[in-house]
Every structure is written in structure tokens, then in C-alpha cells.
């Protein structure tokens, strides 16, 4: 009969249906291969960021960025909020609950690039210039403690433990001078002496008004040259005339080093800013008029079901969508912001944590658990038919409910959407789904995390099980260690029911030349045996032709900065060897190095075929009696 080839792998696990029917290029199985741009390939590693943490777990990581685009990650662990310098994780907030739940969220503004977190213990405002420094805008003994998402200028607020079923909505932050803004101008901030060049202080803005912060601010002297310092909200005050100096927008701290010598005179160091409180007619206002006003605060009851909201999201046609554990909301608001349409959009839908769901070019994906025993990945889209929303389940190949999603996290990365949760045995988040939604891909990996996020082509995990953040899908290695993994194709039957053999295993692809994969075969369920090895180091592997690929899994090579690899090309065949007949058969893959390898194409050749028996492995059981206890009669 014909050869049987498989000219690319792109369909990834099917596991649902029983896998003799299911596409000839796909896994029964997998961990920690992935199916991508038409091959399979190991799945990058994962690497400590910072310092392996002590027992417990990291439930919420976070990039807050700089006004010039350099990220900051925050992470919240145990009792703090913390950001990274560097390589040490240094502590913000402390005295937070072990066991509460926060949203970060980011904010740019005319003062600068802001993140808040907003949980149980209350809201906070960071600058990322100054990380080291925060704003409690709220406390536990206000009412706006919650988890809160900013867009278009206003934060909204959800998961209030003193009303879990409704979401409020903050004044616009209009950003002008008596309105969020206050101007101060010329206010006297130090004197020279003739001599000094260094000068330091605090702004009065501060003065008994904890919930304040400045921006916009500038530095001059009067005389001696008249240098004046520029704050380029990063944190910097750069001089005029080349001198340098600092602001810190929390605490109103600042200092400036001039290059001509201030004359002696008092008051002749000013200082020009603006100050501004998010409470007050700003991004943490949740109050309004009796008669609500155009731009004020607000509050949208969705209390049907009496269930909390689990997350909001923001879908692609700019409208807000509050997902609960059976229900889902959306409500938008007329572009005069006086009057809002807020409905539930659809029933007997929803999720279990504030963490399962994504906006994705399609819609919002989400893993649907209102069905505890059927889980669903679905997505909410706009029928293209009519204005209501659809709720589609996605990738119904894939066996869902082999897992627990009562912890799950999702978040896009790439052309993926990768799902941490865990298997039904497990107490902790122990895999890693990634799904490919446009080509209707699903593969696993064991990095399960307790928390996701991505930046410039990382992707950082929370570790369910330590205080550690990792980037995960990034190198090689699992932080050291060989990449546990396994890749078992279906079980192929070359479409006919007669026995067959094949003379050989022919395998494409690319390989570091440090790695090496064995391949094994089971034939009809006997187990799977050593029949091959593909090496990197082999004669078959072209080195004349090196290609790079990123250690992120991502984008081009070295997207994400951490750098590529050299990977040459092979093509190999495998001679069978005391195989038996058989009817079916199945591939296992198993990298055994470090080191990146893909397969893109397979071919069983030269396959021959005998009479239609049952495989040897099942004949003891022919001629069953008609009470089916005995065989062979």
C-alpha cells in the first residue's frame, strides 16, 4: 500500500474522540510539546526571576511601566506587594491579609505612568518611577476596597466585599488645572549661599494630605544663570544648562545638582508643579450627584443571581463584560456618559475565578464552568447575523473536564491563549494549556502557575507552590533540568483493518546539536519500545544550514531578549526492526537532552499488508463461548 506521510503536524491534541478516527498528524497525548506553524516542537523551559522564594505562593505578578516604556514587575506574596530591582524583590505594602486576592491595573496620565492595586485590604496608587513609594487611597475601614480596572481615564471597580454584585465607575479623570489638577506656581523651595551647586527638599503639596501626589514639575533658579529642571516623568529633573537632578512624585522629595553656582539670595530655588488626589474628581471618585452629572461616578447593579462578579473584561467592540459563575453582563455607556444600557447578555454561562477569561481578537474566551461536569472553552462574539451575543464553544475535541479549573488563570501570548490549572488529582495548578483559538490547537505543559503574565514577549508565572515568579515557555532547560516531556501520536491504522508492517520511519526536522529524542513505537496496545534515536549530533544533521529560534516561544528569533540558538536541520530514517504485525500502531517522542528539536514531517514507508486477523497480542481471547467466561474453544 501507499506510504503514509504526514507532510505537517497542526492539529495538536485530540483526546476526546476515540483517536483511530481522529486527523492522522495528531497527539492522543502530549506534555510539553508544541504544536506551531506547522511542526511540533519542544516547549521552551522555564527560568527564576529574582530568587527562589520560600513555601507558599505567588497569586498575583503584574508589569506596571515607566513613561518611557520600561517595565516594572510588581507581585503580590504573602502579606506584601512587592516590586523587582533588578534581581531582588523588595518589599512595598506589607501587613496585607496571607490570603487575599489583588488586581493590579495601569494608568498613564499628564503626571506620569501609574499602577494600582486594589484588593480586600484596600487600593493603592504606585508610581513606577518611584517604586519604592504608594498611596493608600483607600483602607478596610472605607467602602472602595475592590479590584479595579482603568480605561478611558476612569477606573471601575468590582468585587467590593460589601457589594460583590454590582460595579462602580469613577469620575473621568479630566487632568485640567481646578478640576483633578491643582497648579502650583513659584512656591519657594530653597536659597543659595554663592557656593553650593546641590540642593534638596520636599514640596509643601504633602503637607497633612497623605492621598496626594505631584507631577509636572520643574525646578529654577532666579539668578546665577537661571538653570531651569524639567521633570521628564520617569523620575528624572534634567537641567537646562546639563545639570541633573531627581523627583519623587509619591513623596514630593526632590533634589538638583546646577552646573553655574545659584546666587546668594533667599527663596531664589522655586519650584512650579501640580498636585492632584485620584479621590478627589480623579480615577478613585466613585461619588456622584443626586442627579448624576455627565463624568461623575456611578454604580450598575447586576445583582441577577445574587452570585459575585468573578472578573470584567474589556470585549474588542469597546464594551464591558462582567462574567459570574451563570451569568454574564455587558453594559456600555452613550458617548454623552449620561445614560448606560446594562443587561445580562447570556445565562447558564460562567467562570469560576476572576482570572479565566481574555479578550482576544474574536471575542472574550473564557473556560465556561457553569456545567461543573462539562467544562467549556467558549467565546463571547457578536453574531455576525444581528446585534445579540453568541456564546460559542471552542475546540470541543479536546477533553476539558480532564481538569480543575477552580483556580485557573488565563492570559494571550502570541497567537495563544495559555490556561494554567490543574489536573483533576492535583491540589495546585500543575498544567499549562495552550491553545491555539484560529487553528483550533490545544497542547500541555506541567508549567502550572498560580498567576500569568506577559511583557515584550516574556511570559511570567506565579509558582503555585513557592513565593518564586518564573519566566515560563522561555529557554531551553527547566531551570537547569531536562524538559520532562512526552509527544504520542494517535493510533494509526493506515485506514484499513488488515494487518500491516512497515520496512521504514522517516523523520524532518531541526535540532540543537546538544539535544537527542527517542522514539518509541507500541504496536496494539503492547506497550511502547526503543526503536530509534534521533541525535543532534548525527551524521544526517546539515550543518551547513543553521538557523536561529528564539528561546522565548514567540515571535522571531530573540524576541524578548533573551537571546537564540544555533539549530540545524536533519533528515533521518529508522529501519524497523522486529516489529510485530500489527493492526494499529503509535510514535512516542521523548527529548532527552537540553537543547531545541521539531519535527515536521513523518513517513511510515513501504507498508505491507497481510490477511485481516486480529493482532497476536488479542488472538488468545478468540472463540469466546457463549457465557464469554472462557476462550479457545
Same mark, same amino acid.
Given at each position: 500500500?501507499?506510504?503514509?506521510?504526514?507532510?505537517?503536524?497542526?492539529?495538536?491534541?485530540?483526546?476526546?474522540?476515540?483517536?483511530?478516527?481522529?486527523?492522522?498528524?495528531?497527539?492522543?497525548?502530549?506534555?510539553?510539546? +508544541?504544536?506551531?506553524?506547522?511542526?511540533?516542537?519542544?516547549?521552551?523551559?522555564?527560568? !527564576?526571576?529574582?530568587?527562589?522564594?520560600?513555601a507558599g505562593a505567588c497569586p498575583a505578578i503584574h508589569v506596571g511601566y515607566k513613561a518611557n516604556g520600561t517595565g516594572i514587575l510588581w507581585r503580590k506574596v504573602a502579606t506584601?506587594?512587592?516590586?523587582?530591582?533588578?534581581? *531582588?524583590?523588595?518589599?512595598?505594602? =506589607?501587613?496585607?491579609?496571607?490570603?487575599?486576592?489583588?488586581?493590579?491595573?495601569?494608568?498613564?496620565?499628564?503626571?506620569?505612568?501609574?499602577?494600582?492595586?486594589?484588593?480586600?485590604?484596600?487600593?493603592?496608587?504606585?508610581?513606577?518611577? %518611584?517604586?519604592?513609594?504608594?498611596?493608600?487611597?483607600?483602607? !478596610?475601614?472605607?467602602?472602595?476596597?475592590?479590584?479595579?480596572?482603568?480605561?478611558?481615564? #476612569?477606573?471601575?471597580?468590582?468585587?467590593?466585599?460589601?457589594? =460583590? !454584585?454590582?460595579?462602580?465607575?469613577?469620575?473621568?479623570?479630566?487632568?485640567?488645572?481646578?478640576t483633578s489638577f491643582t497648579q502650583v506656581s513659584n512656591e519657594n523651595a530653597a536659597s543659595g549661599n554663592g557656593s553650593q551647586v546641590a540642593f534638596s527638599g520636599v514640596l509643601?503639596?504633602?503637607?497633612?494630605?497623605?492621598?496626594? %501626589?505631584?507631577?509636572?514639575?520643574?525646578?529654577?533658579? *532666579?539668578?546665577?544663570?537661571?538653570?531651569?529642571? =524639567?521633570? &521628564?516623568?520617569?523620575? %528624572?529633573?534634567?537641567?537646562?544648562?546639563?545639570?541633573?537632578?531627581?523627583?519623587?512624585?509619591?513623596?514630593?522629595?526632590?533634589?538638583?545638582?546646577?552646573? !553655574?553656582?545659584?546666587?546668594?539670595?533667599?527663596?531664589?530655588?522655586?519650584?512650579?508643579?501640580?498636585?492632584?488626589?485620584?479621590?478627589?474628581?480623579?480615577?478613585?471618585?466613585?461619588?456622584?450627584?443626586?442627579?448624576?452629572?455627565?463624568?461623575?461616578?456611578?454604580?450598575?447593579?447586576?445583582?441577577?443571581?445574587? &452570585?459575585?462578579?468573578?472578573?470584567?473584561?474589556?470585549?474588542?467592540?469597546?464594551?464591558?463584560?462582567?462574567?459570574?459563575?451563570?451569568?454574564?453582563?455587558?453594559?456600555?455607556? *452613550?458617548?454623552?456618559?449620561?445614560?448606560?444600557?446594562?443587561?445580562?447578555?447570556?445565562?447558564?454561562?460562567?467562570?469560576?475565578?476572576?482570572?479565566?477569561?481574555?479578550?482576544?481578537?474574536?471575542?472574550?474566551?473564557?473556560?465556561?464552568?457553569?456545567?461543573?461536569?462539562?467544562?467549556?472553552?467558549?467565546?463571547?462574539?457578536?453574531?455576525?447575523?444581528?446585534?445579540?451575543?453568541?456564546?460559542?464553544?471552542?475546540?470541543?475535541?479536546?477533553?476539558?473536564?480532564?481538569?480543575?479549573?477552580?483556580?485557573?488563570?488565563?492570559?494571550?501570548?502570541?497567537?495563544? +491563549?495559555?490556561?494554567?490549572? #490543574?489536573?483533576?488529582?492535583?491540589?495546585?495548578?500543575?498544567?499549562?494549556?495552550?491553545?491555539?483559538?484560529?487553528?483550533?490547537?490545544?497542547?500541555?505543559?506541567?508549567?502550572?502557575?498560580?498567576?500569568?503574565?506577559?511583557?515584550?514577549?516574556?511570559?511570567?508565572?506565579?509558582?503555585?507552590?513557592t513565593q518564586t515568579v518564573y519566566k515560563i515557555l522561555n529557554g531551553f532547560d527547566d531551570d537547569g533540568y531536562v524538559i520532562q516531556n512526552s509527544w504520542d501520536s494517535k493510533?494509526?491504522?493506515?485506514?484499513? #483493518?488488515?494487518?500491516?508492517?512497515?520496512?521504514?520511519? #522517516?523523520?524532518?526536522?531541526?535540532?540543537?546539536?546538544?539535544?537527542?529524542?527517542?522514539?518509541?513505537?507500541?504496536?496494539?496496545?503492547?506497550?511502547?519500545?526503543?526503536?530509534? =534515536?534521533?541525535?543532534?549530533?548525527?551524521?544526517?544533521? %546539515?550543518?551547513?544550514?543553521?538557523?536561529?529560534?528564539? *528561546?522565548?516561544?514567540?515571535?522571531?528569533?530573540?524576541?524578548?531578549?533573551?537571546?537564540?540558538?544555533?539549530?540545524?536541520?536533519?533528515?533521518?530514517?529508522?529501519?524497523?526492526?522486529? +516489529?510485530?504485525?500489527?493492526?494499529?500502531?503509535?510514535?512516542?517522542?521523548?527529548?532527552?537532552?537540553?537543547?531545541?528539536?521539531?519535527?515536521?514531517?513523518?513517513?511510515?514507508?513501504?507498508?505491507?499488508?497481510?490477511?485481516?486477523?486480529?493482532?497476536?497480542?488479542?488472538?488468545?481471547?478468540?472463540?469466546?463461548?457463549? &457465557?464469554?467466561?472462557?476462550?479457545?474453544?
Amino acid at each position: 500500500m501507499a506510504d503514509h506521510e504526514i507532510k505537517k503536524f497542526a492539529s495538536g491534541v485530540h483526546n476526546r474522540e476515540d483517536n483511530e478516527d481522529t486527523p492522522k498528524d495528531s497527539a492522543k497525548d502530549s506534555l510539553n510539546w +508544541i504544536t506551531i506553524d506547522g511542526h511540533i516542537e519542544l516547549a521552551r523551559g522555564k527560568v !527564576t526571576v529574582g530568587t527562589e522564594g520560600p513555601a507558599g505562593a505567588c497569586p498575583a505578578i503584574h508589569v506596571g511601566y515607566k513613561a518611557n516604556g520600561t517595565g516594572i514587575l510588581w507581585r503580590k506574596v504573602a502579606t506584601t506587594i512587592q516590586y523587582l530591582n533588578v534581581t *531582588t524583590w523588595v518589599d512595598v505594602v =506589607t501587613g496585607l491579609n496571607p490570603n487575599d486576592i489583588y488586581v493590579f491595573t495601569n494608568y498613564s496620565s499628564l503626571t506620569g505612568a501609574w499602577t494600582f492595586a486594589g484588593g480586600p485590604g484596600g487600593l493603592f496608587k504606585f508610581a513606577n518611577a %518611584n517604586p519604592t513609594s504608594y498611596i493608600q487611597l483607600y483602607t !478596610t475601614t472605607d467602602f472602595f476596597c475592590g479590584f479595579p480596572l482603568i480605561d478611558k481615564a #476612569r477606573m471601575y471597580l468590582w468585587g467590593i466585599a460589601k457589594d =460583590t !454584585t454590582a460595579l462602580y465607575r469613577s469620575f473621568i479623570d479630566v487632568q485640567r488645572d481646578g478640576t483633578s489638577f491643582t497648579q502650583v506656581s513659584n512656591e519657594n523651595a530653597a536659597s543659595g549661599n554663592g557656593s553650593q551647586v546641590a540642593f534638596s527638599g520636599v514640596l509643601l503639596f504633602k503637607s497633612g494630605q497623605p492621598k496626594r %501626589n505631584c507631577g509636572l514639575v520643574t525646578i529654577k533658579c *532666579t539668578d546665577g544663570g537661571g538653570e531651569i529642571f =524639567t521633570d &521628564d516623568k520617569n523620575g %528624572n529633573l534634567k537641567g537646562s544648562a546639563g545639570g541633573i537632578g531627581t523627583i519623587n512624585y509619591i513623596t514630593g522629595a526632590w533634589s538638583v545638582t546646577f552646573v !553655574t553656582v545659584p546666587g546668594a539670595s533667599a527663596n531664589n530655588i522655586q519650584a512650579t508643579y501640580v498636585w492632584e488626589n485620584s479621590t478627589a474628581k480623579g480615577v478613585a471618585d466613585f461619588t456622584y450627584s443626586a442627579s448624576r452629572l455627565a463624568g461623575e461616578g456611578d454604580v450598575i447593579r447586576q445583582d441577577e443571581g445574587g &452570585d459575585a462578579i468573578q472578573q470584567l473584561v474589556i470585549g474588542i467592540d469597546g464594551n464591558y463584560y462582567s462574567l459570574k459563575k451563570q451569568s454574564a453582563y455587558q453594559h456600555k455607556y *452613550t458617548d454623552d456618559d449620561k445614560t448606560f444600557n446594562n443587561q445580562v447578555v447570556r445565562r447558564n454561562i460562567g467562570v469560576l475565578t476572576r482570572k479565566s477569561s481574555v479578550t482576544t481578537g474574536r471575542g472574550v474566551v473564557f473556560i465556561n464552568t457553569a456545567n461543573p461536569d462539562r467544562p467549556q472553552l467558549t467565546v463571547l462574539e457578536k453574531n455576525p447575523l444581528g446585534d445579540d451575543i453568541l456564546a460559542t464553544e471552542l475546540i470541543p475535541h479536546f477533553a476539558w473536564e480532564k481538569y480543575d479549573y477552580s483556580d485557573a488563570v488565563m492570559e494571550t501570548y502570541g497567537q495563544f +491563549i495559555v490556561l494554567s490549572c #490543574r489536573a483533576q488529582t492535583s491540589i495546585v495548578n500543575d498544567r499549562t494549556l495552550v491553545i491555539d483559538i484560529v487553528k483550533n490547537t490545544v497542547d500541555m505543559t506541567n508549567y502550572g502557575m498560580k498567576a500569568l503574565i506577559k511583557d515584550s514577549g516574556v511570559l511570567y508565572g506565579g509558582s503555585p507552590h513557592t513565593q518564586t515568579v518564573y519566566k515560563i515557555l522561555n529557554g531551553f532547560d527547566d531551570d537547569g533540568y531536562v524538559i520532562q516531556n512526552s509527544w504520542d501520536s494517535k493510533y494509526e491504522t493506515y485506514g484499513v #483493518r488488515r494487518l500491516k508492517k512497515y520496512r521504514r520511519l #522517516r523523520y524532518r526536522g531541526e535540532i540543537d546539536p546538544a539535544q537527542y529524542v527517542e522514539v518509541y513505537a507500541d504496536f496494539d496496545g503492547g506497550g511502547y519500545a526503543l526503536i530509534g =534515536t534521533i541525535r543532534g549530533d548525527g551524521t544526517y544533521v %546539515n550543518r551547513t544550514s543553521p538557523s536561529s529560534v528564539g *528561546t522565548t516561544m514567540v515571535g522571531e528569533a530573540a524576541v524578548g531578549g533573551d537571546g537564540s540558538a544555533q539549530v540545524y536541520p536533519y533528515e533521518l530514517q529508522i529501519k524497523a526492526m522486529k +516489529i510485530p504485525k500489527f493492526r494499529r500502531r503509535s510514535i512516542r517522542f521523548l527529548a532527552k537532552g537540553i537543547g531545541y528539536v521539531s519535527v515536521m514531517e513523518s513517513v511510515d514507508w513501504d507498508i505491507l499488508t497481510y490477511e485481516d486477523k486480529l493482532p497476536k497480542v488479542y488472538r488468545q481471547k478468540e472463540h469466546v463461548s457463549l &457465557d464469554g467466561k472462557s476462550v479457545n474453544q
